[in-house]
């Protein structure tokens, strides 16, 4: 049941009403059966039993850790919970990864066959966002920084909580857990305000990225029959699709949420306006970038290898050098991680991974030179035009990442890349070769369009909330504007019988 289908907008509307007109000291309970409900509708059912296993792991060691103060023992229940929930990650998402790890390696040295055989699995729901979301609760009990949840319910809904578990966000049980238990008066701000960015996400979805999904998937899947600039428009085409993908999914998760009453973390601030590879990662899927800080890198960092290292690489290239230097390495961990996360095969680890660390080391490096450069060409850089050169770059340099993250595999986005740098065919931009791609002109006009209205509304939140704006306008403007949004939903969104809206992209990981 896929959230932006018919039945899912029908669970959801009953849900609302019903949440409303219970007693208050219920709402999270009927919340918590809603999400096992969606669960066992959306996928198959026994998967459940996956979730349930980790929040019950989790429950059990924070328990203990809360019961003692003997730290040998508050130890050893951390690492249990790592253990069981990092474990039923690697079982189900990465152990054909190191299986065809090891087959490519023996197919390089000669080995035609098959070394080991890989497993057919079926992976829970978002897996990868409630484990993280768990195990950052865990390790906040462990630290002090979150006091243990006593009643087992109320731990479950926050893992299990059926918006965020389909493509998150990845939440911190120390800044909104406590939020799903308490009680909540209907608010007809909040419900409208929560509809308001349901509907934004639908039209991200439904109108931009389904129709950029027909043209994406006809390069992609023969690429050898569409050289040069067809991969770079598809490759273009790709990044926007995944952001309005994304972003919509979480327009509509936190608008969702907001008409419950419970506020979610954002999840995206204008990805594409970042000047760097570094802003961009605090711009997109924000909350994975302060998970992966919180609870990789800065351990990291301050573990007792790291510490030998630094204080190594001091001695040896200097203070300054020896720092960054220990910082790259560190960083280089990170970026692995976050490549892994993304998805058993190595496409996912160059792509989102370590192409990007790649990217920040050399920004890091070349920062002084090319400032140097500039004061020597009197090139101000804080001017405008710079702005718009270092916006440009990064978005070329994020859509080589991709190319590799939607790639079948990395021999394919190497084959692409050539193919894309060694063709030499703009013609096709202006001949009307690019309406052979699953658009016709019409639909072209209409992705056009509304990314340049994706655009604009991006640009004016900037300098404050659209929503807001719209909101101090007469009765009339704002129920002309929020209509005339629904109806270039209705009539333009891909979606009834004989269509499915494919599943949200990172639904998967």
């Not at 050289?227 to 993908?245: R, S």
């Not at 509509?252 to 999840?267: A, C, D, R």
């Not at 301050?302 to 630094?310: A, G, P, Y």
């Not at 655009?455 to 209509?483: C, E, F, H, M, N």
Request: aromatic fraction near 18%.
């Amino acid at each position: 049941m896929g959230i932006t289908s018919f039945y899912f907008l029908c669970f959801f509307a009953v849900i609302l009403i019903v949440y409303y007109l219970i007693p208050k000291k219920c709402q999270w309970m009927f919340l918590l059966l809603c999400s096992i409900a969606y669960y066992v509708l959306t996928d198959n059912g026994v998967l459940i039993l996956y979730p349930i296993a980790s929040v019950t792991a989790c429950y059990i060691g924070t328990r203990i850790m809360g019961a003692t103060e003997d730290a040998g023992k508050r130890k050893a229940a951390l690492l249990f919970v790592i253990a069981v929930n990092i474990g039923i990650l690697i079982v189900l998402k990465y152990i054909n990864f190191g299986i065809n790890t090891v087959n490519g390696i023996a197919g390089i040295f000669g080995h035609s066959e098959r070394i080991l055989n890989g497993f057919s699995l079926l992976v829970p729901l978002g897996v990868s966002f409630y484990t993280f979301s768990l195990l950052g609760y865990v390790v906040d009990v462990y630290y002090g920084i979150a006091r243990p949840q006593q009643n087992f319910g109320k731990l479950a809904l926050y893992g299990m909580y059926f918006p965020t578990i389909i493509s998150g966000p990845i939440l911190k049980y120390r800044e909104c857990g406590e939020q799903f238990f308490e009680p909540h008066d209907f608010d007809y701000g909040k419900v409208t305000r929560g509809m308001q960015r349901m509907l934004w996400g639908f039209l991200k979805k439904l109108v931009i990225s389904e129709r950029l999904r027909l043209l994406v998937d006809t390069v992609y899947g023969q690429y050898d029959s569409y050289p040069g600039a067809f991969i770079w428009v598809a490759t273009v085409c790709y990044a926007f699709q995944l952001y309005t993908d994304f972003s919509g999914c979480m327009d509509i998760v936190i608008g969702m949420s907001e008409s419950f009453g419970i506020t979610l973390p954002e999840n995206f601030q204008t990805p594409f306006f970042a000047k760097s590879i570094s802003e961009y990662w605090r711009r997109w899927h924000i909350t994975l970038g302060v998970w992966m800080k919180d609870y990789v890198f800065y351990p990291i960092l301050r573990s007792k290898f790291f510490t030998n290292l630094n204080k190594s690489w001091k001695e040896k290239f200097g203070k300054k050098k020896g720092k960054q230097y220990t910082t790259f390495a560190a960083m280089f961990v990170l970026w692995f991680t976050v490549g892994v996360w993304h998805g058993g095969d190595w496409k996912f680890v160059i792509g989102s991974g370590l192409l990007h660390w790649f990217y920040i080391v050399m920004e890091e490096l070349l920062e002084a030179p090319c400032g140097k450069a500039m004061e020597k060409l009197h090139i101000n850089p804080k001017s405008k035009a710079v702005d718009v050169v270092r916006i440009l770059r990064t978005f070329f340099l994020v859509c080589i990442g991709d190319l590799f993250f939607r790639a079948d595999s990395v021999g394919a986005a190497f084959s692409m890349l050539k193919s894309a740098v060694t063709n030499w065919n703009p013609e096709i931009l202006w001949n009307g070769a690019l309406l052979g791609l699953g658009l016709d002109w019409i639909e072209m006009v209409i992705v056009i369009l509304s990314l340049l209205f994706l655009l604009t509304v991006s640009v004016l939140q900037q300098k404050g909330s659209v929503r807001d704006r719209i909101a101090k306008q007469k009765l009339p403007v704002r129920w002309l504007i929020w209509y005339a949004l629904l109806l270039y939903v209705i009539l333009l969104g891909y979606y009834g019988p004989g269509y499915s809206a494919a599943e949200f992209i990172y639904q998967g990981f």
